[in-house]
């Protein structure tokens, strides 16, 4: 049951959603299709909706509603009470942050996230970091307005990070990543120490690398007529609407495996969007529908990506499609497919580093930026901070700024406060792997028997449907009986290098 | 100069501005990127963009700003009045119309323009008139409720003909295609008399038909930095920014010429929208930097792909391009292509039609759509009746829906009016051409010198920038110096028919 205040502040958030969605359309839009030239235009339509967005989340009206529905709740049943105050707590938290912004900053600030972009676009096609300095510096200069309105008991990083990971906070992370900050360098050195053949390069042309991502999504249940594939920049998934979800990726010829392995991310984060409380839910347009964390998204893309898609098992059936694809096996036999599939050698980017190196290039972002917020460290000397930390935790240097800071996209539409959550997205898929594995079995068996489906059924189950009824931390807690920490990922990384250390050392006897 | 209530309507038009192109947005990635399952939730989005387009448009500030603005005029310049009157008078009659309209009915008009794409869409893969005919109903419904709310001194389909063709009625129609009715046939006659050798069918690949049209388009000074050019079930033409212009076409191995031929028309309309005053204009914005009529901007479209591209000296510049990119050149020589991309004999299909038969479509769809709205012909009789009145046109008999009344997306999206814009296309085309040819010689010696270019140069000095300052008859008259009539157009087109006839004749002959 519900009341009509519900009813009535349920419309309005609807209303919101496909408001906020015609936002998702534009920025789609703008990564995939739209010409260069556009970009000042879609600016203005951004901000337009943007305002409007804020407009209604502040709106006295949405204001009246909301109170109303929290007066309402004691007219529930007993039982549906929980959860409905959870809904409505996250509705109220929204509502007085968004209460504390002015319209003038959330305008400014989405027109400096279109400008950023286009800048960072073009600065990074040129090698340029002076042509995206000043807007880097004016999102700063904006992300830092916004943390002076919220006036929240926490630091600046802290405050801009709340959207993404609920509840974070540096002592935690500090508690989390202290033991990836002591072991992972003993991997990364024990890697260095131990000589290998040196891998001829090889290519792949786009077309057999888009056929392969066609074979993989076909495979994991890819339905045309609720999803679309796209080509962009830097790869990302959203949801359009509840029946409209897409994905993009962007084929490499001389990085044969990067677009096989950005879409069975994407499609990660796509499967966990797909499995939330739909149409057929009561909770559909509720906070109880969304997505809980950036770190929680993570968990479900590294899920497919790294315990899947890079996982023994799956060499050993996909080698055979690789090669009747490519023409050719490159990469050897099946475990020389598993071992390009799982690069050890720390590189220079983040989007196509192996799990060893991964969370090494998140503690350099996440140091970096809360430099950039809280210790003013000077946009221009971020180009040199950049190496000299990729140095320092990875042994590698940039030749140029857009293999070096300007190779993410994230700080082009000033996204502060979100690289952390690749990490805990690492140590989630870990933790909740481990579970599954006790209640159904190996995952390798499961992927070799080419029953992926399986696996999906079990989040569909436990993990998918939860929706903000629990943070990221409590998500992990209630399916596996344990907080969160960073011993499952360790474990789990630990026994599979001694692996592939194993198979590269052979490789090279023979 | 300006005033300042100018200026401030001025702003508020600009926004307007904004939040429609938010709905052209929408509409592309609807009709090129979104899946099927999508199109309920797009539905909402664009009905609230509608909503609130429309809320603008209606408001008592928008009325304030525009009386405010009327009563400035007294303070402008002499020079610049009539300009300024003819401005402000558009905009005064948009806001009357607008606020003839119950928010309601925009509302659902926009609902049931999404939904009878999508059903129409349906229908047509399905060869199943009866998905789509319950939608046609219900906006038929709506516009003669719409029409009942303007309330205008015209006929129901004159009414809803009037934002394609300001001032256009039954009366002046008549007049115009008059000699339609009366010549046409006779060449469709003497074409069918005329025995030809039986061209055998042949086909080229999507991709050779990419490669051709990515030629054309670059030879016609396509700009990658603010066009765009996508795949879509029926092609169009859309602006998305002051620089952001996009097109559509789609390839059909069977009918090898039928995408370079709809680039070229799409190309003519995106060139036209390009020619309009720009943001270095002052009237950008306001009324007259808008195109004028549909008439106009199909007269634009078919002078690319009809007096261009399916000229004699077309296809003698690129019959060696034609072969080179298909690797044979099953059409024969240069006049067997150019006899290949202008079909004689009448078909079924409307964009697939030479222009000998193009006219007769369009009288076809003017008349039941004339029927549909003001003799209540009855939808269910649609599909018969269309194939009665092609028998009797055109002498062909579509032996389903979809290449019957499903053909074309105009009334799933609610067009009414549309269709006799496109004959009004072909004489306004016809009749500038004659004033082009005066002013700087043979067209078909430009194209023979691949200098097309400066086809562009005249239309954008002498038709492109007139904007609004006048309606589609105007534009003829004040460019050629005479009313507009069927003379040139038949004129043109009997000549090139016997040309055409006598080299099909010597061809059997051979």
New interface residues.
């Given amino acids: 049951m519900s009341t009509a205040a519900l009813e009535q502040l349920h419309e309005h958030q609807r ?1 919101t959603r ?2 906020a ?2 936002g998702s ?2 920025y ?2 703008q990564t ?7 970009a ?3 600016g ?2 951004l901000a ?2 943007a305002q409007q967005v804020h407009n209604r989340q502040t709106s006295p009206h949405h204001g009246e509603l909301l109170a109303a529905a929290e007066d309402s709740l004691s007219q529930l049943p007993p039982e549906q009470k929980e959860d409905w105050q959870q809904n409505l707590a996250l509705l109220r938290l929204e509502y007085q942050r968004q209460c504390c912004l002015d319209p003038a900053l959330v305008n400014a600030l989405a027109e400096a996230q279109a400008r950023g972009y286009s800048l960072w676009q073009e600065a990074k096609a040129s090698q340029d970091f002076s042509i995206f300095a000043p807007a880097l510096e004016e999102l700063i200069r904006l992300r830092l307005e916004q943390v002076c309105q919220l006036a929240e008991t926490r630091s600046p990083w802290e405050t801009l990070a709340q959207p993404f990971e609920p509840h974070i906070s540096h002592r935690r992370l500090g508690e989390l990543f202290t033991p990836l900050r002591q072991r992972l360098p003993h991997m990364v050195e024990r890697v260095r120490s131990t000589s290998h053949p040196a891998q001829p390069p090889w290519t792949m042309s786009r077309q057999v690398q888009h056929n392969l991502c066609g074979q993989l999504l076909e495979h994991w249940g890819f339905d ?5 594939l ?1 080509t962009s920049p830097h790869p990302f998934s959203t949801t ?7 994905i993009t990726n962007r084929t490499l010829t001389h990085q044969p495996l990067s677009a096989f392995l950005a879409t069975a991310h994407e499609w990660g984060h796509s499967l966990y969007e797909q499995g939330l409380p739909g149409e057929d839910s009561p909770w559909f347009g509720w906070p109880l529908a969304e997505a809980t964390s950036m770190g929680v998204h993570e968990s479900q893309s590294l899920f497919w990506e790294n315990r899947l898609a890079r996982s023994r098992a799956f060499s050993q059936v996909w080698a055979r499609r690789f090669a009747q694809a490519a023409g050719a096996a490159p990469w050897g036999d099946e475990d020389g497919l598993w071992v390009a599939m799982n690069p050890l050698e720390p590189g220079l980017t983040r989007v196509e580093a192996g799990e060893l190196s991964y969370c090494l290039h998140v503690l350099l972002r996440y140091e970096l930026e809360t430099d950039l917020l809280e210790h003013r460290l000077p946009v221009a000397e971020l180009p040199e901070r950049w190496c000299v930390l990729m140095e320092h935790y990875l042994g590698v240097t940039p030749s140029n700024v857009s293999e070096g800071c300007l190779q993410d996209v994230h700080w082009s539409e000033g996204l502060f406060g979100y690289f952390p959550s690749y990490a805990l997205g690492h140590l989630i898929s870990a933790q909740l792997a481990e579970a599954m594995e006790a209640d159904i079995g190996p995952m390798e068996a499961h992927v070799a028997a080419g029953e992926e489906h399986r696996l999906l059924a079990w989040l569909r189950l436990h993990v998918h449907p939860l929706g903000r009824r629990v943070n990221g931390e409590q998500l992990v807690q209630k399916v596996t009986g344990r907080s969160l920490s960073a011993e499952p990922f360790l474990h789990y990384l630990e026994l599979k290098l001694e692996q592939l250390l194993t198979i590269r050392t052979a490789a090279q006897h023979r």
Same sequence: chains 1, 2.
Avoid: K
Avoid at 32 to 38: K, Q
């Fill in positions: 209303q496909v408001l969605s015609i359309c534009l789609w839009d995939t299709a739209m010409p260069p030239a556009g000042a235009w879609r203005e339509q337009w909706v045309r007529r609720r999803c679309v796209a359009m609407g509840p029946q409209d979800f897409r």
